[in-house]
């Protein structure tokens, strides 16, 4: 069923099915009436490609996730996608990868898809051949980053504080009386970075020196939590808690601790970040800073589809992150 039988049958123009179906005025209510219920009796869904041709308008948002496994940035894009489709928008997915590379050919996959909007999830985002593919591809369409920045027109970012938020995890152990504290974490992106030089600039304010800091490098998994903290134990048996830079990381710590005999948190205290479901799975439950990835989800579909439909923004947002005591502080 096409809009011209539609037309054929209420004994009106295209034009005026058209008009019936985008809510435009000028047609009288009867006529709109009748076609109303045409559309209804033969189930009519308008085709949104032929919709977009003539518009210039798909109502198609592209998502970039570096890797569709992390839960932390696919639960974002789930937030994301439901407030896009609220909103009458339909959204594509891909998983770009780790290589700058890979980014790029992603957004380059975007251009081809003639999306009216991307947003960019994750931090490592933030790197210079992205910068150029936006510039390249993107250009003529509004571009958001969740958790980070690129200067450009056409760019906005939505960003959180894990440096001073880190800083405040530090407070806290401290203030638990947690002296010795160490540092578990990935190095290899803007996000990992942030959070490691609070762990450093806090501590150095606390007295210690640049080679007095403890800093273990773990991968984003439980295994090499595990692993990483047993090799820093070992070496650093006198270390009285732990930063780790993402929850699944201190989740796997957990077990390392318990392996290894200490108590949590009255031998040892374990503090993650992200403030995920692995807090709340863990024996005991762990302490986290919530860096607020709902609320920043929200916000970048929220500044991507205001600037898609031409309204002004902030250019970059900043939102202020939480520690979420529980039982392993």
């Known amino acids: 069923m096409t809009i011209y039988d539609i037309a054929k049958m209420a004994g009106v123009s295209a034009s005026t099915v058209s008009r019936v179906i985008n809510e435009k005025p000028g047609i009288k209510e009867s006529t709109r009436e009748k076609v109303k219920q045409l559309l209804r009796e033969y189930n009519y869904t308008p085709d949104e490609n032929a919709r977009g041709l003539v518009n210039r308008n798909t109502r198609l948002i592209g998502i970039l996730v570096v890797d569709i496994r992390s839960a932390h940035h696919t639960d974002l894009a789930f937030v994301v ?27 380059k996959l975007l251009e081809q898809r003639r999306v009216d909007g991307a947003l960019l999830v994750g931090s490592m985002f933030q790197n210079e051949q992205v910068k150029q593919g936006i510039f390249e591809h993107l250009r003529e369409v509004p571009v958001v980053l969740a958790n980070g920045y690129l200067d450009l027109p056409n760019v906005y970012g939505v960003l959180v504080d894990e440096c001073d938020g880190v800083k405040r995890c530090v407070e806290l152990l401290r203030k638990k009386g947690k002296e010795k504290l160490a540092y578990i974490g990935t190095m290899d992106s803007p996000s990992s970075m942030a959070k490691l030089k609070g762990y450093q600039e806090k501590m150095k304010e606390f007295g210690y020196d640049s080679s007095d800091l403890i800093i273990e490098e773990a991968d984003a998994d439980r295994e090499s939590g595990y692993e990483a903290t047993v090799r820093l134990l070992r070496k650093h048996g006198e270390v009285e808690g732990i930063i780790y830079s993402e929850d699944v990381i201190a989740a796997g710590a957990v077990r390392a601790f318990w392996d290894l005999g200490y108590k949590i948190p009255e031998d040892k205290a374990v503090l993650g970040i992200d403030n995920t479901i692995y807090g709340e799975l863990t024996y005991p439950k762990l302490t986290s800073l919530d860096n607020k990835m709902t609320e920043m989800a929200y916000e970048a579909a929220r500044i991507l589809v205001e600037a898609v439909e031409g309204k002004t923004n902030t250019k970059r947002l900043m939102l202020f992150s939480d520690i979420v005591e529980r039982e392993s502080t």
């Not at 439901?82 to 957004?107: F, T, V």
């Open 81 to 107: 996608e439901n407030y896009l489709r609220e909103r009458g928008y339909c959204a594509i997915i891909i998983n770009a990868g780790p290589s700058e590379d890979q980014m790029a050919e992603g957004l």
